[in-house]
């Protein structure tokens, strides 16, 4: 008889194989020594990733059993690009989860099936007969259903796209861990137009952008599509972003010359099987820079003209063009009023262009202007609540999520709720110029959250933002969200791997704006990093407090715009003079011997009056103002008495403190994480964060020397001294940071 080797070196028969489990114990000790010596970590270690993946990474899942049991085969149609998009999707995926790669089939032959499509494409979902009516265009159901007495899933729409996303949630349900077996789900957005704004120059340069160059390769385009881009639109349409600004509000004008309309058509042919249109910027005076006009004024027949035509051309390059994005008459822009007219005339000018198009003009309200000596955050509100209902339907007002500029912590922009007669869209910052760029852990979405969930008061109680965005409020059909991208050339995307969960965030949330940032961040972290709960619940935790710490150690209280000049890196509260005054930093906190804070109350700048009367009582009284508002309607004497007992110095002192806390707090719980994600990750995110604590010391002292000097105070016990002079932190220069308007 031929006998085989054990792995213990004994000689056994086949069949006796009792001295095996013995040899295994004795193994299993052996290896057990052998990763408790030093290096045996690296031995555990996960693969490294790169995070190009994002949160569509598809390992397998830890229960394999009820995800096989579902997905054992797909029918889905094939015969347009969107359903192949959304089939693939769905096989890799399921393959990538569940270790094996679903076949395709035309029916129902056994349990598990995952059915897809429209009642057009697909007799199998026609069969069903589901009630598709109240999901519109690009709802869908997810349901178990039995097909001919065998289990299946049906992912059903009344559009292609409606599918692709129907898919998306369903490997999202598989990827998070979530039962699989019982289905019933139904989706359809709350918010029409769902957009990225990219600041991306047509040199490649990205304003505001940490993450390297853009990912448009304008200079190889038409012809080299960059396997990145369908990598792109994947990532958009898995959380349901349906469009694309191509360009930098701050545009060339070139950017709607034909060499660069034929760019644009072979993005857009890349996107589309995605649902996502493109849209570009245009510049107001293009007509001048490159129609050879004397003029760009809204009124006159011959800038009419020219625009019409130019927008006919587009269509005719590229048939399902989404619109423009205008940013007129705002920090140098041209527009309108450089020729004695509104914002709504040159809007609508556009917007007619576009109407037989089914296009759409996203005009921004980011305007302010030094020639106007009224308060910044009165400006948008002055100059678009008189035109009010002016605007044509297929025109939608941009606004910031408040009146300033994208600070840590803004009150929402008082025009939400104040133009009843026009659709307003809001305008959210992804990318982090005003909260520590890519290298500080930010998670955004609390930030959104507590925006979209203010209450206006504009129509009586619960009339909030979200209200605002979704139409409901006033019933409007013609709604949207739009973000500024994060997103560059850099491998991971957006520059660091958790700027990646601000990007999910937001379309998630454009997709729903009632939506809850903690189960969002828990969604995001389970799909990017790892399903165990031991990492889950401590990576929420630092997502969800890390927001406040930047509040803290940047601008507490209501503090804002105090950062260094023009590049925005690092604390500048002393920045004052050059060429306007609402560029420095002296003219928001206005600090002096009394106090500090912009007094916009009725006895000071009466921004406060812009908002409907409930709020403006609550903002506009030292005794109601939330105190994370505090500084930012009141001026206030620095012994002013908080909430805490505190005076208003110790506890500014105090709160920029605990911002610094937070940051040692998150840099403990991920060194504790190490060996539970891959190294390479863990690696960075861990120097990332050794970044951010220094910057938070450094923003933390020399906001503390500076304000120290106008409040004359000692600080509170046991708070240390800035280790350097004011003189030093106000030397400091940074003349290459990134992202800096150019
Ligand atoms: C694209 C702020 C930014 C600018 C940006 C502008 C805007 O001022 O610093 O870089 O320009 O907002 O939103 O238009």
Same mark, same amino acid.
């Given at each position: 008889?031929?006998?085989?080797?054990?792995?213990?070196?004994?000689?056994?028969?086949?069949?006796?194989?009792?001295?095996?489990?013995?040899?295994?114990?004795?193994?299993?000790?052996?290896?057990?020594?052998?990763?408790?010596?030093?290096?045996?970590?690296?031995?555990?270690?996960?693969?490294?990733?790169?995070?190009?993946?994002?949160?569509?990474?598809?390992?397998?899942?830890?229960?394999?059993?009820?995800?096989?049991?579902?997905?054992?085969?797909?029918?889905?149609?094939?015969?347009?690009?969107?359903?192949?998009?959304?089939?693939?999707?769905?096989?890799?995926?399921?393959?990538?989860?569940?270790?094996?790669?679903?076949?395709?089939?035309?029916?129902?032959?056994?349990?598990?099936?995952?059915?897809?499509?429209?009642?057009?494409?697909?007799?199998?979902?026609?069969?069903?007969?589901?009630?598709?009516?109240?999901?519109?265009?690009?709802?869908?159901?997810?349901?178990?259903?039995?097909?001919?007495?065998?289990?299946?899933?049906?992912?059903?729409?009344?559009?292609?796209?409606?599918?692709?996303?129907?898919?998306?949630?369903?490997?999202?349900?598989?990827?998070?861990?979530?039962?699989?077996?019982?289905?019933?789900?139904?989706?359809?957005?709350?918010?029409?137009?769902?957009?990225?704004?990219?600041?991306?120059?047509?040199?490649?340069?990205?304003?505001?952008?940490?993450?390297?160059?853009?990912?448009?390769?304008?200079?190889?385009?038409?012809?080299?599509?960059?396997?990145?881009?369908?990598?792109?639109?994947?990532?958009?349409?898995?959380?349901?972003?349906?469009?694309?600004?191509?360009?930098?509000?701050?545009?060339?004008?070139?950017?709607?010359?034909?060499?660069?309309?034929?760019?644009?058509?072979?993005?857009?042919?890349?996107?589309?099987?995605?649902?996502?249109?493109?849209?570009?910027?245009?510049?107001?005076?293009?007509?001048?820079?490159?129609?050879?006009?004397?003029?760009?004024?809204?009124?006159?027949?011959?800038?009419?003209?020219?625009?019409?035509?130019?927008?006919?051309?587009?269509?005719?390059?590229?048939?399902?063009?989404?619109?423009?994005?205008?940013?007129?008459?705002?920090?140098?822009?041209?527009?309108?009023?450089?020729?004695?007219?509104?914002?709504?005339?040159?809007?609508?000018?556009?917007?007619?262009?576009?109407?037989?198009?089914?296009?759409?003009?996203?005009?921004?309200?980011?305007?302010?202007?030094?020639?106007?000596?009224?308060?910044?955050?009165?400006?948008?509100?002055?100059?678009?609540?008189?035109?009010?209902?002016?605007?044509?339907?297929?025109?939608?007002?941009?606004?910031?999520?408040?009146?300033?500029?994208?600070?840590?912590?803004?009150?929402?922009?008082?025009?939400?709720?104040?133009?009843?007669?026009?659709?307003?869209?809001?305008?959210?910052?992804?990318?982090?110029?005003?909260?520590?760029?890519?290298?500080?852990?930010? /998670?955004?979405? *609390?930030?959104?959250?507590?925006? =979209?969930?203010?209450?206006? &008061?504009?129509? !009586? +109680? #619960?009339?909030? %933002?979200?209200?605002?965005?979704?139409?409901?409020?006033?019933?409007?059909?013609?709604?949207?969200?739009?973000?500024?991208?994060?997103?560059?050339?850099?491998?991971?995307?957006?520059?660091?791997?958790?700027?990646?969960?601000?990007?999910?965030?937001?379309?998630?949330?454009?997709?729903?704006?009632?939506?809850?940032?903690?189960?969002?961040?828990?969604?995001?972290?389970?799909?990017?990093?790892?399903?165990?709960?031991?990492?889950?619940?401590?990576?929420?935790?630092?997502?969800?407090?890390?927001?406040?710490?930047?509040?803290? /150690?940047?601008? *507490?209280?209501?503090?804002?715009? =105090?950062?260094?000049?023009? &590049?925005?890196? !690092? +604390? #500048?509260?002393? %920045?004052?003079?050059?060429?306007?005054?609402?560029?420095?930093?002296?003219?928001?906190?206005?600090?002096?011997?009394?106090?500090?804070?912009?007094?916009?109350?009725?006895?000071?700048?009466?921004?406060?009056?812009?908002?409907?009367?409930?709020?403006?009582?609550?903002?506009?009284?030292?005794?109601?103002?939330?105190?994370?508002?505090?500084?930012?309607?009141?001026?206030?004497?620095?012994?002013?008495?908080?909430?805490?007992?505190?005076?208003?110095?110790?506890?500014?002192?105090?709160?920029?403190?605990?911002?610094?806390?937070?940051?040692?707090?998150?840099?403990?719980?991920?060194?504790?994480?190490?060996?539970?994600?891959?190294?390479?990750?863990?690696?960075? %995110?861990?120097?990332?964060?050794?970044?951010?604590?220094?910057?938070?010391?450094?923003?933390?002292?020399?906001?503390?020397?500076?304000?120290?000097?106008?409040?004359?105070?000692?600080?509170?016990?046991?708070?240390?001294?800035?280790?350097?002079?004011?003189?030093?932190?106000?030397?400091?220069?940074?003349?290459?940071?990134?992202?800096?308007?150019?």
């Amino acid at each position: 008889m031929i006998s085989i080797t054990s792995r213990c070196g004994e000689r056994t028969p086949p069949r006796a194989r009792r001295p095996i489990p013995v040899c295994l114990a004795l193994l299993a000790l052996l290896l057990g020594l052998l990763l408790a010596l030093p290096g045996a970590a690296q031995a555990r270690a996960l693969p490294d990733e790169d995070g190009y993946a994002l949160w569509l990474r598809y390992l397998p899942v830890q229960q394999v059993a009820p995800l096989r049991a579902v997905s054992a085969a797909v029918a889905a149609p094939a015969a347009t690009p969107t359903q192949v998009v959304a089939r693939d999707e769905l096989r890799r995926g399921l393959e990538g989860l569940s270790g094996r790669r679903p076949a395709a089939v035309d029916g129902v032959p056994r349990d598990g099936v995952v059915v897809l499509g429209t009642p057009a494409s697909s007799p199998l979902v026609a069969a069903l007969d589901l009630d598709l009516a109240g999901i519109g265009e690009e709802g869908y159901l997810v349901r178990s259903v039995r097909i001919g007495g065998r289990a299946a899933t049906v992912i059903a729409a009344n559009s292609d796209i409606g599918v692709l996303y129907g898919v998306f949630h369903f490997l999202r349900l598989a990827q998070t861990g979530q039962p699989l077996a019982a289905l019933d789900v139904t989706q359809a957005p709350k918010v029409k137009v769902r957009v990225l704004n990219h600041w991306d120059n047509l040199d490649r340069y990205v304003e505001r952008g940490y993450a390297g160059e853009s990912i448009w390769d304008w200079h190889r385009l038409p012809d080299w599509l960059d396997p990145r881009y369908t990598d792109y639109a994947r990532a958009n349409a898995s959380i349901g972003i349906n469009g694309t600004v191509l360009n930098n509000v701050n545009t060339s004008a070139l950017a709607l010359t034909p060499m660069y309309l034929d760019k644009t058509a072979a993005l857009a042919s890349v996107f589309r099987p995605y649902g996502i249109k493109v849209y570009l910027s245009a510049r107001f005076s293009a007509p001048i820079e490159i129609g050879g006009l004397p003029t760009a004024d809204p009124l006159d027949p011959a800038v009419r003209r020219w625009w019409k035509d130019k927008v006919d051309e587009i269509y005719r390059t590229i048939p399902d063009f989404g619109g423009f994005l205008i940013k007129a008459n705002s920090e140098g822009q041209p527009g309108p009023q450089d020729y004695g007219r509104s914002h709504a005339d040159g809007a609508n000018m556009m917007a007619q262009a576009f109407a037989p198009h089914g296009g759409i003009v996203m005009w921004r309200a980011f305007v302010y202007s030094h020639e106007e000596p009224d308060d910044r955050h009165k400006q948008a509100y002055t100059e678009f609540v008189p035109h009010d209902g002016a605007f044509e339907p297929n025109v939608l007002v941009q606004v910031k999520n408040g009146a300033i500029d994208f600070q840590p912590r803004e009150p929402f922009h008082p025009l939400f709720g104040a133009m009843p007669g026009t659709p307003l869209m809001m305008e959210f910052q992804i990318t982090k110029e005003y909260l520590g760029f890519a290298t500080h852990l930010a /998670y955004l979405a *609390p930030m959104y959250e507590e925006v =979209l969930r203010a209450d206006t &008061h504009a129509r !009586g +109680p #619960g009339s909030t %933002v979200a209200k605002v965005v979704d139409g409901s409020l006033d019933g409007h059909a013609l709604t949207g969200m739009a973000g500024v991208a994060n997103i560059g050339v850099d491998r991971n995307w957006s520059g660091s791997h958790f700027d990646q969960a601000n990007w999910y965030a937001y379309g998630r949330m454009a997709w729903d704006p009632y939506a809850g940032s903690a189960d969002i961040a828990r969604d995001w972290v389970r799909m990017t990093f790892s399903t165990d709960p031991a990492v889950v619940e401590p990576v929420v935790g630092m997502m969800m407090g890390s927001r406040e710490a930047v509040v803290d /150690y940047m601008t *507490p209280l209501g503090l804002h715009h =105090l950062m260094g000049r023009g &590049h925005h890196y !690092g +604390p #500048g509260p002393w %920045v004052e003079g050059g060429p306007r005054a609402d560029w420095t930093s002296v003219y928001y906190h206005r600090a002096d011997a009394r106090g500090i804070g912009f007094d916009r109350s009725a006895g000071g700048s009466n921004a406060v009056a812009q908002y409907a009367p409930p709020v403006a009582a609550q903002f506009g009284n030292l005794e109601t103002v939330p105190e994370e508002f505090l500084l930012w309607f009141h001026h206030v004497p620095w012994d002013h008495r908080m909430a805490s007992g505190n005076t208003l110095w110790d506890e500014l002192v105090l709160r920029y403190g605990r911002g610094v806390d937070e940051v040692r707090g998150m840099r403990a719980t991920w060194a504790g994480l190490e060996g539970r994600i891959d190294p390479a990750r863990h690696h960075q %995110v861990a120097v990332f964060l050794g970044i951010q604590e220094k910057e938070a010391q450094w923003w933390r002292d020399a906001s503390i020397a500076y304000f120290q000097t106008f409040a004359k105070r000692p600080l509170p016990a046991g708070q240390a001294a800035p280790p350097h002079s004011l003189e030093y932190y106000k030397s400091l220069q940074f003349p290459f940071a990134p992202g800096d308007g150019k």
